[in-house]
């Protein structure tokens, strides 16, 4: 009976083994993570997380649904169709008002092409009120590449007049972050976080997290979230040119808009392993140039990985964009 009994949990753990293979799936692949904690939060505040995803697949994908499983969380694709090499996100926002203590959310993202699969997202939070934050979000706006910026936060500790804070740390080196005490009373412990951008941050839309981290076993650490936005002198829309699948010797027009900060001068338009023509040249000096460029294989069949437009921008000569595309077979 014994062997038995050890023969049929092994065989049990196989089987949980496997099942646990088989819930993988190309789809799952996609995302560079499938969970969100966002550990303790003070309750009110709206909780966003982008589940970034990335078409590695080799072939069109498409997003055809996304659902929650509660009411205190909205979810959705910022695009639902991605060609090969093409990246979006899942953004997920939760309510904290609609929930006390510990809450996990599921998030089904169905695809349907190139074949019918559903991944499961999950996000976690804890919202308390015996703590706040005010901003309850550090927003440190739109800046520009090579500017500092810098946003604060009244952190209160309802019912903790002794807490004391140890550290804190943010999520990203680009952010520089102090806090000192500024109130005691028998209530509550008041303190003040500034967090400060290095100059050298990259240009994008930013989202980290500053976590400040307590002697308290009822709040261990507090999360406060970070946002901004550095614009790089020069950028440029769509900031990929799809080309598709094309025929050898076949030339591909496409528009493309390029933007500056600054009034700006074109000096030059190369395709980095292909042929690049700009077909409506502009001599004058513009914040904004509308390009139709002319795309085509090189002759031994190579399509651009890239066009290189150089400028007199300041701070931003080169300004690279990728191509993606294939030779049709």
Request: hydrophobic share 40%; with cysteine.
């Amino acid at each position: 009976m014994c062997i038995r009994k050890i023969l049929l949990v092994l065989i049990i753990q196989v089987m949980g083994l496997a099942g646990i293979q088989a819930s993988s799936s190309w789809a799952d692949g996609l995302f560079d993570e499938l969970s969100k904690d966002f550990g303790i939060v003070s309750r009110g505040v709206t909780l966003v997380h982008r589940f970034r995803l990335k078409n590695d697949s080799g072939q069109p994908v498409g997003i055809s649904s996304v659902r929650v499983s509660c009411g205190c969380v909205s979810a959705s694709a910022l695009k639902t169709f991605l060609q090969p090499g093409e990246e979006t996100a899942v953004v997920a926002r939760m309510d904290s008002t609609r929930f006390r203590g510990v809450k996990t959310v599921t998030i089904y993202v169905h695809f349907n092409k190139p074949k019918s699969e559903e991944v499961r997202l999950w996000i976690k939070a804890n919202a308390r009120d015996d703590f706040s934050l005010s901003p309850d979000m550090l927003d440190l706006g739109v800046i520009k590449q090579g500017q500092s910026a810098q946003a604060t936060s009244v952190v209160k500790f309802h019912g903790q007049p002794d807490l004391i804070v140890g550290e804190v740390h943010p999520e990203s080196n680009y952010l520089i972050c102090k806090i000192r005490e500024t109130g005691r009373s028998e209530n509550e412990s008041t303190y003040e976080l500034i967090v400060s951008l290095r100059k050298d941050v990259p240009p994008g839309v930013w989202f980290s997290d500053v976590w400040i981290r307590t002697d308290s076993t009822q709040i261990p650490q507090v999360r406060v979230p970070v946002t901004l936005t550095v614009e790089a002198p020069l950028n440029a829309t769509p900031g990929q040119i799809q080309l598709g699948q094309i025929q050898g010797g076949m030339e591909i027009q496409r528009r493309l808009v390029i933007r500056g900060l600054a009034p700006f001068h074109i000096s030059k338009i190369e395709g980095v392993g292909g042929l690049v023509n700009l077909t409506n040249p502009s001599k004058e000096a513009k914040s904004v140039h509308v390009l139709t460029l002319s795309v085509q294989p090189d002759p031994k069949g190579k399509v651009p990985t890239a066009v290189r437009i150089h400028t007199d921008a300041k701070d931003q000569e080169i300004l690279e964009i990728p191509v993606l595309g294939e030779i049709r077979p």
